[in-house]
């Protein structure tokens, strides 16, 4: 088997649009969230999300659409993207950029792309709309493609001229870890030698607004009441879009172009529910075997595990789950991993959550920090005994675990390491 190592991240994100802005709002436990968009005259029980800065592209017609003026887009591709495509497009630019490889490296047989999102809804939902009003000729001729899901794929493997292993992952908030999963075989089996990795969500009231009525997103008027995953007295997540891109490559194709490492990515495990098409089942049992599988697969042992950066949504039931499963696994001695969920900064990515968080993981390891859990007053007492911390630890983990988990109770654990050289 070989190994695989991440050697390039792009971020398009609520807590920052570059790495040095992301790792700033990281350490110093910064939010990224500001008050919810209504249509005028629109009420909504929402009162904040994890806005995307620099971007605006609340209007249907794309050529309406702001974004940094670096990214260059021709008209025709602009039409067939809808808003998380223009966030993956743009995180997979930088992601290049950053991991320095060129055009030949990317549109070559032995490189492929994976990605996750749900689609847009709200591409979509306009598209039906004007085809019930106005009848079906009347749609964009891409509205298929600029709308389902699969469209990151559909749009940057005809853009970067990818030639390897293609394939968009829907397992919802915990599709793109399941991506990252599934790349980092096609590279340890020797199938591609590097992999690039993008999960992306809109962010904007038709993605989020759905989840007021399953009752899980926080209706909370102070922000840092509104995300506070692990306390006490949670009520749900702040949603946020964006997208985040990842190039994963073998230890030796990165070594023979001398590549600079974040860390080596050692492993990743899976476990299911089986209880519910939407709730955790309380217990935590298939993401306690989703960290038991990775940490075997990784051919270490829950005392190597330095922290953990939680799926923590912040949802009563949900956060209870996961600490049943911590507890599981670790157990609630000293001697336990440090633990936080980002997503107290970021609010929920949904199909983006397992790869963001996997880049704020390689990053934690290759910039010598854990990130606290922010907004935190009083811990759930079921946690006690588990290391969740609430300040930024200046100390580098060795060993990270990033948890993700799905609808249909669906749970991914990707293992991190310090990369030895």
């Given at each position: 088997m070989k190994k695989v190592v991440v050697t390039g991240?792009?971020?398009?994100?609520?807590?920052?649009?570059?790495?040095?802005?992301?790792?700033?709002?990281?350490?110093?436990l910064r939010h990224g969230f500001e008050a919810f968009p209504l249509r005028e005259g629109e009420e909504a029980p929402v009162k904040f999300y994890g806005s995307i800065k620099g971007y605006d592209t609340l209007s249907y017609d794309q050529e309406d659409w702001v974004f940094p003026k670096k990214y260059k887009l021709s008209r025709l591709q602009l039409k067939t993207m809808s808003p998380h495509v223009l966030?993956?497009?743009?995180?997979?630019?930088?992601?290049?950029?950053?991991?320095?490889?060129?055009?030949?490296?990317?549109?070559?047989?032995?490189?492929?792309?994976?990605?996750?999102?749900?689609?847009?809804?709200?591409?979509?939902?306009?598209?039906?709309?004007?085809?019930?009003?106005?009848?079906?000729?009347?749609?964009?001729?891409f509205c298929v493609v600029t709308s389902t899901v699969g469209t990151i794929n559909f749009n940057l493997v005809a853009s970067l001229k990818i030639k390897g292993s293609v394939c968009g992952m829907a397992s919802a908030c915990a599709s793109s870890a399941h991506a990252l999963g599934f790349a980092f075989d096609e590279i340890a089996c020797g199938r591609q030698d590097r992999m690039i990795v993008i999960g992306a969500e809109d962010g904007n009231r038709e993605s989020i607004l759905p989840f007021a009525a399953m009752r899980a997103l926080s209706l909370e008027s102070?922000?840092?009441?509104?995300?506070?995953?692990?306390?006490?007295?949670?009520?749900?997540?702040?949603?946020?879009?964006?997208?985040?891109?990842?190039?994963?490559?073998?230890?030796?194709?990165a070594k023979a172009r001398q590549a600079s490492i974040y860390a080596q990515f050692v492993g990743w495990g899976q476990g299911a529910d089986g209880y519910s098409p939407a709730i955790s089942q309380p217990g935590g049992?298939?993401?306690?075997?989703?960290?038991?599988?990775?940490?075997?697969?990784?051919?270490?042992?829950?005392q190597d595990i330095d922290y953990v950066n939680a799926h923590g949504t912040s949802t009563p039931v949900g956060d209870l789950s996961e600490i049943h499963a911590l507890s599981s696994v670790f157990g609630t001695t000293a001697n336990g991993p440090r633990v936080s969920s980002t997503k107290a900064l970021?609010?929920?990515?949904?199909?983006?959550?397992?790869?963001?968080?996997?880049?704020?993981?390689?990053?934690?390891?290759?910039?010598?920090f854990m990130p606290g859990s922010a907004h935190i007053q009083e811990v759930d007492p079921e946690a006690e005994g588990l290391k969740i911390i609430r300040e930024t630890i200046p100390e580098a983990p060795r060993v990270v675990l990033s948890n993700s988990s799905g609808f249909g109770g669906a749970n991914v654990t990707l293992a991190f390491q310090s990369w030895a050289g």
């Open positions: 991240l792009g971020f398009i994100s609520s807590i920052g649009n570059d790495i040095p802005e992301v790792l700033n709002s990281l350490r110093e966030y993956a497009h743009c995180a997979t630019m930088d992601a290049l950029e950053d991991a320095g490889l060129d055009r030949d490296a990317v549109s070559d047989p032995r490189t492929g792309l994976y990605s996750a999102s749900a689609g847009s809804a709200s591409t979509q939902g306009e598209q039906m709309r004007i085809m019930n009003e106005r009848g079906v000729m009347r749609c964009s001729p102070d922000p840092e009441r509104a995300s506070c995953p692990f306390d006490k007295d949670r009520s749900g997540f702040l949603g946020t879009g964006g997208a985040t891109a990842i190039i994963l490559e073998s230890e030796e194709a049992h298939g993401l306690a075997r989703s960290m038991h599988n990775a940490i075997a697969a990784a051919g270490l042992s829950p970021t609010g929920h990515g949904l199909s983006l959550a397992g790869a963001m968080e996997a880049g704020f993981s390689c990053l934690a390891i290759k910039e010598g």
